[in-house]
């Protein structure tokens, strides 16, 4: 059974950092494209970043870039959210998903159940 | 980047047929996906590429593109499909990845 499960979230305060971390079971990890996708409370979805299955490729945001680092440790089966320079607009709910797609479409076909940030003094 | 618009809701009666759609300059070059979530739940992929249903979606879902808008239909809309349901793909560049403002859909 697939599985993604997110820790690491919790209350900083701005300024201040916070890792996230993805545990991935139950599929080859090192075979899929990652991604971190943010949900704050009461919005919509929001994509933070994406990382290639062997970390070649990264994207993110405008929102977060210069301030977020996406990686993966494939030898763990993890995937990780370095997040610097925290603001009160990046609260929300964080959730790492798998992509499964090809160059024509996404196919985010499997998401954790979310870990809340909550940046505030 | 690029932007995808969804209109921010809709309804639908109890049995009857309902269009999401979703519209951006990406769309001409990329296929949509299209997400249901539920309140508190992560989102699941229901509709992904041309047209196509991942294992255990029912299929009244489907899903289709023209141009600049990608659509995802309900046929014949039950309670338990009542939702927010969000539309994602590349951006223009290829390389980022887009959502749309997300629908949220009442069945009446």
């Known amino acids: 059974e697939v599985q993604l499960v997110e820790s690491g979230g919790g209350l900083v305060k701005p300024g201040g950092s916070l890792r996230l971390s993805c545990a991935a079971s139950?599929?080859?990890?090192?075979?899929?494209?990652m991604n971190w996708v943010r949900q704050a409370p009461g919005k919509g979805l929001e994509w933070v970043s994406s990382?290639?299955?062997?970390?070649?490729?990264?994207y993110y945001a405008d929102s977060v870039k210069g301030r977020f680092t996406i990686s993966r440790d494939n030898a763990k089966n993890s995937l990780y959210l370095q997040m610097n320079s925290l603001r009160a607009e990046d609260t929300a709910v964080y959730y790492c998903?798998?992509?499964?797609?090809?160059?024509?479409?996404?196919?985010?076909?499997?998401w954790g159940q979310g870990t809340l940030v909550t940046v505030s003094s | 980047s690029s932007e995808l618009t969804q209109d921010p809701a809709v309804s639908v009666a109890l049995g009857q047929t309902v269009r999401i759609t979703c519209q951006g300059d990406?769309?001409?070059?990329?296929?949509a996906s299209w997400y249901q979530q539920k309140p508190g739940q992560a989102p699941v992929l229901v509709i992904y590429?041309?047209?196509n249903r991942p294992s255990g979606i029912p299929d009244r879902f489907s899903g289709s593109s023209s141009g600049n808008t990608a659509s995802l239909t309900i046929t014949g809309a039950q309670a338990e499909d009542e939702a927010d349901y969000y539309c994602n793909s590349r951006d223009s560049s290829g390389n980022l990845v887009v959502f749309g403002g997300g629908t949220k859909l009442t069945v009446l």
């Open positions: 990382i290639s299955s062997s970390s070649s490729y990264i």
């Open positions: 998903a798998r992509d499964l797609g090809v160059w024509e479409w996404l196919q985010f076909d499997y």
């Open positions: 590429g041309k047209n």
């Open positions: 139950g599929f080859t990890f090192s075979s899929y494209s």
């Open positions: 990406s769309l001409r070059s990329y296929y």
